[in-house]
Nanobody
Framework: QVQLVESGGGSVRAGGSLSLSCTVS????????MVWYRQPPGKGRELVAS???????KYEDSVQGRAFISRNNPKKSVLLQMSNLKPDDTAVYYC??????????????WGQGTQVTVSS
């Protein structure tokens, strides 16, 4: 059974930092692009960052310069480090995977996510 477990969220003040972690079980991620999405309150899920099998990273404009995504294939994990957090970063954060490098189609079952709350 494929399972994604996100952790590391919390409540922080604006300007603070958090490190989010995602562990995947039940499948291999070696050939997948790993991604982080987030869902702000009352809004739809949006892409945050991606990292390909070769380590190429991309970030959405909203987090550019404040986020760093990395992966550890043997541990089947992906990290998202965020700094200089803003209230607009408040959301539930989820990880997932794309089969093709830039398909932008998440295909794994969604985990429960991890809540990030940033106060001003």
């Amino acid at each position: 059974q494929v399972q994604l477990v996100e952790s590391g969220g919390g409540s922080v003040r604006a300007g603070g930092s958090l490190s989010l972690s995602c562990t995947v079980s039940g499948t291999d991620i070696n050939l997948d692009t790993m991604v982080w999405y987030r869902q702000p309150p009352g809004k739809g899920r949006e892409l945050v960052a991606s990292v390909t099998t070769g380590g190429v990273t991309k970030y959405e404009d909203s987090v550019q310069g404040r986020a760093f995504i990395s992966r550890n294939n043997p541990k089947k994990s992906v990290l998202l480090q965020m700094s200089n957090l803003k209230p607009d970063d408040t959301a539930v954060y989820y990880c997932n995977a794309w089969r093709a490098a830039y398909s932008r189609v998440p295909y794994l079952p969604w985990g429960q996510g991890t809540q990030v709350t940033v106060s001003s």
